[in-house]
């Protein structure tokens, strides 16, 4: 007994520090132990084959480990990895040098709290409303599609593009990855592009307001001058004049509406009265082609105000009620309602016309959009006018829809959750 | 015969709203810049101002607007404004215009209609 104390002695002493390295002399066994000193030496060689897995494993992870590493600080975004208490575990070079904190200091901290989000004009994001605590990013998207900065380390701010995706398995959250991207070049570019296409549209409106007045007064104080075809000829002018003052409005208002920056003067204004003066606007193209107007207002649309910006306002309506004579058909009825029901307006513009494929339906608030049917009728436009009318009804909180058969003819509904002053 | 004074640096502009103004009953004064309309301003105040923002010269419109509602001589006198930029009626108003009108979007006679309707008031 002494003996086989004396050979196991030093392989128990190793295998307390973990070592597996010395074998059972079996020689040096007395008969007797031989089947249990033999079972210590299996379990030796299984223990150092596990050992051996379990090292090689590790090597694997390691390698993984490093490439995955080497990935995430090749990677030319920030990259963000928080675990599923938003704290952050991983933050990659770019996103360093983006936000200004070395991942010693930023990896542990919450990151909501740590980098704040904010919109453009300075309001910070409430860190409820941070996408990677709810799991709602694709919701909240469009919200958050705009102008967003983190605040950097030193308090300076960054405009960024960002895309938080959950990280879960088997409908557990485990985490979030936040991947994003300094946009301040592109922000400049954007900006100069807007700046250019703004001034020229300001530039553009002094001559067409110009030849607005001019064709005016040849129409109206010298009319009786005038020779029907050369009259004639001068309504072309006043009436293409009159498009290219939609386009530059358009264009103008789609560069304010996209930047967030637009100036709405709310004033007490009278719907009923804007919709006439549309139609008034309107009325040689809607005599030219023969058409009616059928108007129909309630009591409150007739006589009450509401808060409005008259000017975006009548762009909208412009913009609707000039499709619905450009696409309707001649000698046709084009009929427009304007009510009040208690949650607000609803007008309703209905052409009798050329209509919009049902497939195409969903495209009608894409910019530039123009339908099939329409593009080769030799009608003019710039797909523009829908597009605008969504955007201004999107920034009122109000909701627009259009219903539409082929050949039979349009219905443009706006809704606008406004009550009477 | 109630004056308007014409504060628009545009030549062709100007003789429109002249045209139109005086055939409407009017007599008008025409200032090319800010420092001309001070002038005539102080010679002859008028019973109303017809104002571009976007002036030569350095000084713009708002400048004048600013003169205006800080005399009390001239202070009553109502200015409308009539301009190409549509992001400064905030501005305008705060200041004291009474009526903005973006150029393209109203017809000549609407700017008459507009000028009759603040000097009745």
């Known amino acids: 007994m002494d003996k086989l ?39 030796i060689d299984v223990i150092r084959e596990k050992i051996a897995d379990l090292e090689r494993l590790n090597s694997e992870l390691l390698q993984e480990s490093v490439e995955r590493q080497a990935i995430l600080d090749s990677i030319g975004e920030g990259v963000a990895v928080l675990n599923e208490h938003g704290i952050v575990l991983f933050l990659n070079p770019v996103g360093q040098q983006i ?14 709290t740590t980098v704040p989000l904010e919109y453009e004009n300075g309001t910070e994001i409430d860190t409820s409303k941070r996408p990677f605590e709810s799991f709602t990013y694709s919701q909240e998207a469009d919200n958050l599609a705009q102008a967003l900065y983190y605040r950097r380390k030193n308090k300076s701010r960054v405009p960024i ?7 879960l398995s088997n409908g557990q959250n485990h985490g979030t990855i936040i991947v994003f991207r300094d946009v301040s070049k592109e922000w400049e570019i954007e900006k100069l592009k807007e ?17 607005r007045w001019t064709t005016e007064t040849l129409l109206s104080t010298y009319a009786s001058l005038l020779d029907p075809v050369v009259r004639e000829k001068i309504e072309w002018v006043y009436h293409n004049n009159q498009d290219l003052i939609g386009l530059v409005n358009d264009i103008l208002s789609i560069t304010r509406l996209s930047k967030g920056t637009i100036s709405e003067e709310a004033i007490p204004t009278n719907v009923r009265l804007l919709i006439t003066k549309e139609i008034d606007d309107l009325s040689h193209q809607i005599k030219k082609k023969h058409m009616n107007i059928d108007l129909r207002t309630d009591q409150i649309i007739s006589d009450g105000k509401f808060a409005l910006d008259p000017n975006h306002f009548k762009q909208v309506l412009r913009n609707i009620i000039d499709n619905a004579i450009k696409y309707g058909f ?7 309602s304007a009510t009040f029901d208690g949650s607000g307006i609803t007008i309703v513009v209905s052409d009798q016309g050329m209509g919009i494929a049902p497939k195409e339906k969903t495209m009608v ?28 009804i999107d920034l009122w909180k109000g909701s627009v829809n259009v219903e539409s058969t082929l050949n039979k003819g349009t219905s443009v509904t706006i809704h606008l959750p406004i009550h009477p002053l | 015969m109630q004056t308007i004074l014409i504060v628009e640096d545009d030549t062709q502009t100007q003789g429109l709203y002249k045209e139109a103004l005086t055939q409407a009953g009017f007599e008008t004064t025409v200032a090319g810049n800010i420092a001309q309309a001070r002038t005539m301003v102080n010679e002859k105040p008028p019973d109303l101002v017809l104002l571009d923002i976007m002036m030569p ?32 009626e905030k501005t305008a108003k705060e200041i004291g215009a009474k009526e903005y009108l973006i150029k393209t979007n109203v017809s000549i006679n609407e700017i008459i209609a507009a000028v009759k309707r603040h000097l009745a008031s």
């Open chain 1, 365 to 392: 608030f894409h910019r530039f959009f123009r339908g099939s049917n329409v593009i080769h009728s030799g009608i003019s436009g710039t797909g523009l006018g829908l597009y605008v009318v969504k955007q201004y």
């Open chain 1, 330 to 336: 001649k000698d046709s009825t084009i009929q427009i």
């Open chain 1, 99 to 112: 936000l200004g904190w070395s991942a010693s200091e930023i990896e542990g901290k919450p990151w909501v």
């Open chain 1, 195 to 211: 700046e250019f296409l703004s001034i020229a549209a300001h530039q553009l409106r002094g001559p067409l307001a110009t030849m």
């Open chain 1, 5 to 43: 104390i004396e050979l196991l002695n030093p392989i128990f002493a190793d295998a307390t520090v973990g070592e597996f390295t010395k074998d059972v002399d079996l020689s040096q066994v007395e008969p007797q132990y031989l089947e249990l000193c033999s079972g210590i030496q299996i379990i």
């Open chain 2, 57 to 88: 010269g350095g000084e713009n419109g708002f400048d004048f607007l600013e003169t205006l509602q800080k005399d009390p001589h001239f202070k009553t006198i109502p200015v409308i404004v009539l301009t190409n930029l549509d992001s400064e």
């Open chain 1, 161 to 167: 593009q960002t895309t938080v995706s959950p990280v």
